[in-house]
């Protein structure tokens, strides 16, 4: 067996109960769940949150399954607008930090190992080095006032965001020399940016890499797609990962693929299990 868990992200079963789409998943043989808080998703702004984290840590300890806890919810935070506001809002960038903060109390209540989040869209279109400033300053405070905490925290680039790739992912570690956080590595993002290898950048960034996600995409679009659908070639992609014995979640991501999330998730397990 390989040193890895292999998982799939709550946000491609958005029209699922929660414990149903742990329940699948368990079935289908994963050991591991990348749940996305969300309206829907042991919401960290329920009345019930607490109560709901509960029974959640008795589901997934009952089905022996690890957790990770992705904060990528698009309208949580604001009905209207996606994803906003990021960390990089002058007047409302508070918000995010507290939804983060949120997401590290239920982490702790369920026993997630880690916490992937964004540095969101620069909204206000702040200068650059205001916009690297600001964001340092935030992300500072954040991890800091966690440090000590058995919960990671994970930065992902995005395509589109103001950190988007592996380059800006280094600039903001160097204005933070003494960072609490690792990289949360999505490898089809590499497919889109196209800035290195995902070999490369598994094995550049072993030290670094807290969790990872997978899936198929074309080069150059950033459209999360199911295996086989995509240019990735995925043989070398995993032989990284056994070079550097990555211990951590693989989690499949496809947000986008909810309305057949059973046969998707049991198709992208049978693709993924053949690498093992």
Known sequence: MTPWTLSYNTNGFAHHR???AVKILSEIGYGA??????VHHLDPFAKNHESACADFKALISDLDMKVTIESG???NLNARR???????????????????????DTAERIGASNISFWSGHNFDDLPSDEAWGLLAERISVLTEQFKGSSVA?????E??????????YDRLCALIPNRNFGLALDLGHLAVTQERT????????????????????????????PFGEGDMNFAPIFQAMLDVNYQGILAVELSRSSSTAPQTATNSFTFLTQFQ
């Open 73 to 75: 919810a698009r309208f």
């Open 153 to 157: 925290w994970a930065v992902e680039p």
């Open 33 to 38: 769940v990348a749940l996305t808080l969300d």
């Open 159 to 168: 395509p589109g965001m103001f950190i988007e790739d592996l380059n800006d």
């Open 82 to 104: 996606k994803h906003y506001p990021s960390l990089l809002c002058r007047k409302d960038g508070g918000d995010r930090l507290d939804f983060l903060a949120r997401c590290h």
């Open 18 to 20: 929660l414990d149903d």
């Open 198 to 225: 995902c070999e490369d950048a598994i094995r550049s960034y072993s030290s670094d890499i807290v969790v990872m996600a997978i899936e198929d995409m074309k080069m150059g679009v950033h459209d999360h797609l």
